[in-house]
C-alpha cells in the first residue's frame, strides 16, 4: 500500500496550505494517522496524529493553535490544514498510517511519499 500525500508548495509567511494524504488502501476505521515532516538537516518528527475514532488528537507545541488534523472516512483521507506560516514550517511532510487489526494485535505501518512545504517571502 502506498499513501499518496500531496498538497505542498511555495507560501508565505502568514499563508495557508492544506495537504492532503490518499489513504484509501488500508482498513482506515482501525487506523492512527500521522503526520511527520523532516526539516532540513534534521530527522523526521511527528507534528500530529489522530486516533481511528477521532477523539485523540495530537499535535507538536510548534503547530499547536495553527494546524489542524483531520480524516474522511468516506473519501478515506488524512488532511493537515496549515495556517500561519511560518518560515520555520519548511520541511518535507509526510503522513504515516499505522493500520491495525480488528483484534488491536497487530498493525502493518504505511508511509506516504513527501510533499515540500516552502514558507518564505
Known amino acids: 500500500v502506498q499513501l499518496q500525500a500531496s498538497g505542498g508548495g511555495l507560501v508565505q509567511p502568514g499563508g495557508s496550505l492544506r495537504l492532503s494524504c490518499d489513504a484509501s488502501?488500508?482498513?482506515?476505521?482501525?487506523?492512527?494517522m500521522y503526520w511527520l515532516r523532516q526539516l532540513p538537516g534534521k530527522g523526521p518528527e511527528w507534528i500530529s496524529f489522530?486516533?481511528?475514532?477521532?477523539?485523540?488528537?495530537k499535535y507538536v507545541d510548534s503547530v499547536l493553535g495553527r494546524f489542524t488534523i483531520s480524516r474522511d472516512r468516506a473519501k478515506k483521507t488524512l488532511s493537515l490544514q496549515m495556517d500561519m506560516l511560518k518560515p520555520e514550517d519548511t520541511a518535507v511532510y509526510y503522513c504515516?498510517?499505522?493500520?491495525?487489526?480488528?483484534?488491536?494485535?497487530?498493525?502493518?505501518?504505511?508511509w506516504g511519499q513527501g510533499t515540500q512545504v516552502t514558507v518564505s517571502s
Open positions: 504515516y498510517v499505522e493500520d491495525w487489526a480488528t483484534d488491536w494485535s497487530t498493525f502493518h505501518d504505511y
Open positions: 488502501g488500508v482498513t482506515f476505521e482501525n487506523s492512527w
Open positions: 489522530i486516533s481511528s475514532d477521532e477523539r485523540t488528537v
